[in-house]
């Protein structure tokens, strides 16, 4: 339950507006994918998509703090929630896209052609 | 150690239940738990999709040549719009949906019912999004064809624009028809034939002499790409697209196809990898499939609060536990809007 019967309507709008905006920029920056960001990479992925990934962080946290209101929860709850996921899904990613990456280079420089 | 610290007076209550250590009641934090566990399984599907992405990172289709309708605009290039699109109408749900918490807080009765009816309304109009998304992913555009070696090649005239295998596919007089289980043995049967024959598309193919052929790997510029007779000399300028063949080298490789794809299914997909077909499939559809019941369950819950059943229990918290449910399933889709369509 949560504490507060105050109504909040115009930070749930504020954050809608937020949300909106973020995608705009989202559908744009995807539709005309500018050079000087398309082209150049950071640790192996190029800038644009570095931003769409830290968009989408942005975004979903302010889904999960104003829409799911964690931030009106006790620290202990919010902790035990966001602590395993970020810890788990991190490493999930970090195993499986290392390891396909390293397969991409197994078939790329292997004796055996695959792509005809 | 606080917690263990108990005085005779508080032993009871600390065991007795009716405790909150965090301050949430059982049933919300079952539903976080639940979500906890969901959103592992998605990132484990969204991690395999990187894995297998990453895999074939040199053939992988490029979203915005795969999503590119909008309805009502027909021939028309209209990339991540209609994602886009989705994507307002599941936060604008959500938007409704949070604002139909803070009316049970408030306990107004009808300003619940109406924003969790915009809350169905919203996921309803989602769900059929994703449903024309599918057709037009399954029915497929432009028609391709599939090498000995497993591969796709897809079909560009001399400016590098897509075409269609109907815009040049011959009719021959061959007459190839379905296996079915009532014309031949019982027990064996085909899937659908595609529209034309292989044949028929390399007659179309050795017709139209400003047609090529683009195959699946992404051009990078690089002097042994650059030393590469194969490649055609000017429709490969930029990097970060598909590669296009010479005129001769289309020809060698079209003797090489032996089927024809039209679509997709779960076996093969006119757009490339043939994993890619798969995980859109899976990945889009585990999370319509949340959509759908998370507008079941909120239809539930819409009913008893026109019935009234939270104004006597004098409290909504089953609005908002169904309200984190459907606040998860819009997380969810932010992320696989950015892995599906726009990385």
Known sequence: MSHDHVSNTKRIWNVFMLLSVVTIVEVVLGIFKPDALYHNSFLAMNLLNWIFILLTIYKAYYIVWAFMHLEGEKSSLRYSIVLPLVFLILYIMFIFLIEGDYIYGIFKDSTIKWNF | ?343
């Open chain 2, 1 to 343: 150690m606080g917690a263990t610290v108990t005085t005779a007076k508080s032993e009871g209550k600390t065991w007795g239940g009716g405790n909150e250590p965090m301050n949430a009641s059982y049933g919300k934090l079952m539903m976080w738990f639940f979500i906890v566990s969901d959103a592992l399984t998605f990132s484990g599907f969204l991690a395999a999709y990187g894995f297998s992405r990453f895999k074939f990172i040199e053939t992988w289709p490029l979203p915005d040549e795969v999503f590119n309708h909008f309805p009502f605009m027909h021939g028309v290039n209209a990339p991540m719009y209609y994602v886009a699109l989705m994507t307002f109408i599941l936060i604008f749900s959500s938007v409704t949906m949070v604002l139909a918490v803070d009316a049970g807080h408030q306990m107004k009765k009808s300003k619940v019912a109406l924003y969790m009816f915009l809350t169905i309304i919203g996921g309803l109009i989602f769900v059929g999004s994703q449903a024309w998304e599918w057709k037009n992913f399954i029915k497929g555009e432009y028609g391709a064809v599939e090498t000995q070696g497993g591969s796709l090649l897809q079909f560009v005239d001399n400016t590098g624009k897509r075409v269609k295998l109907s815009d040049f596919a011959v009719n021959l007089p061959e007459d190839r028809v379905q296996d079915t289980r009532d014309k031949g043995i019982w027990f064996s049967s085909e899937g659908s034939l595609p529209t034309y024959s292989v044949a028929e598309v390399q007659a179309g193919f050795a017709a139209n002499p400003n047609l090529l052929i683009r195959t699946e790997v992404i051009y990078h510029p690089s002097d042994a790409t650059k030393a590469d007779k194969t490649l055609h000399p000017t429709l490969n300028s930029k990097p970060k697209h598909k590669t296009v063949l010479t005129r001769e080298a289309s020809e060698a490789m079209l003797k090489n196809a032996h089927y024809v794809v039209e679509g997709a299914n779960l076996v093969r997909n006119e757009y490339g990898s043939k994993l890619f077909a798969d995980f859109f499939f899976f990945i889009t559809g585990f999370h319509g499939f949340h959509v759908f019941s998370g507008v079941v369950i909120n239809i539930i819950i819409f009913f008893n609060v026109l019935l009234g059943t939270y104004e006597k229990r004098k409290n909504y918290e089953m609005v908002e536990k169904v309200g984190l449910y459907w606040h998860f399933v819009d997380l969810v889709w932010v992320f696989v809007f950015t892995f599906f369509y726009l990385v």
